[in-house]
């Protein structure tokens, strides 16, 4: 149940184009969902995330779409751009259920391996 | 963001011996994690470290193993013990957000290879 599935394992997008990678969970209890985007020899940053309240979130090209019912959440970048090939994972946590503030540990997605091509 | 750095970026060990793989972060922050990633694979979470309180580790890890220390609110190690060439790995360091206990910042990483 706390697994996160990502898919693609690798894309290739040409410049200009939309880059779509999409994430499937199935603990319930989730309620944040990030993404992150890793570059070779560097630690993950924090790209964008988003809370089941809302069903989509944007910024600037990149934007989280969330399917609460489906239990999917995906992320979009728009006018994908060279600079933008890199490694990207999904990731969830839920609710700590004994302090009840914050979130326990993240859960990773396998990593989608972008490449945007000129 | 938190500004992380670690310390060595990169380093080639023998087996049998141990590194220890420092963390300091410009900030105070409660919560601090390690995890390891391998070569083209997703991050696996090692630790939680808290100041003033015993690791947490996760299954498939034990301290015997993988010592933490946490000594203050901006400084963590992890050790790596009694290496082998399984341990061959990044080792990432990574702190609770400002904006939120749920948001993780990472440190760019320690590249160990065991020969």
């Known amino acids: 149940q706390q697994q996160v599935k990502q898919s693609p394992q690798s894309l290739i997008v040409q410049k200009g184009g939309i880059s779509i990678i999409n994430c499937a969970y199935e603990?319930?209890?989730?309620?944040?969902f990030p993404w992150y985007q890793q570059f070779p020899g560097k630690g993950p940053a924090l790209l964008i995330a988003?809370?089941?309240?809302?069903s989509e979130k944007k910024e600037g090209r990149f934007t989280i779409s969330f399917n609460k019912s489906a239990k999917q959440f995906s992320l979009h970048i728009m006018d994908s751009q060279p600079g933008d090939s890199a490694t990207y994972f999904c990731?969830?946590?839920?609710?700590?259920?004994?302090?009840?503030?914050?979130?326990?540990?993240?859960?990773f997605g396998t990593g989608t391996r972008l490449t945007i091509i000129p | 963001s938190a500004v992380i750095s670690q310390k060595p970026s990169r380093d080639i060990c023998q087996r049998g011996t141990s590194l220890t793989i420092q963390c300091q972060v410009d900030?105070?922050?409660?919560?601090m994690f390690w995890y390891r990633q391998q070569p083209g694979q997703s991050l696996t979470l090692i630790a939680t470290?808290?100041?003033?309180?015993?690791?947490?580790?996760e299954s498939g890890f034990v301290i015997d193993k993988f010592p933490i220390s946490r000594p203050n609110l901006t400084f963590s190690t992890l050790t790596v013990s009694n290496m082998s060439p399984e341990d061959s790995s990044i080792y990432l360091c990574?702190?609770?957000?400002?904006?939120?206990?749920?948001?993780?910042?990472f440190g760019p990483g320690t590249r160990l290879l065991v020969l």
């Open positions: 603990n319930t209890a989730f309620d944040y």
């Open positions: 990731a969830a946590s839920r609710p700590r259920l004994i302090s009840n503030f914050g979130n326990e540990k993240l859960t």
């Open positions: 990574s702190v609770e957000g400002l904006q939120g206990p749920e948001t993780q910042y």
């Open positions: 470290a808290n100041q003033g309180s015993e690791a947490t580790y």
């Open positions: 900030s105070q922050v409660t919560m």
């Open positions: 988003i809370r089941p309240d809302v």
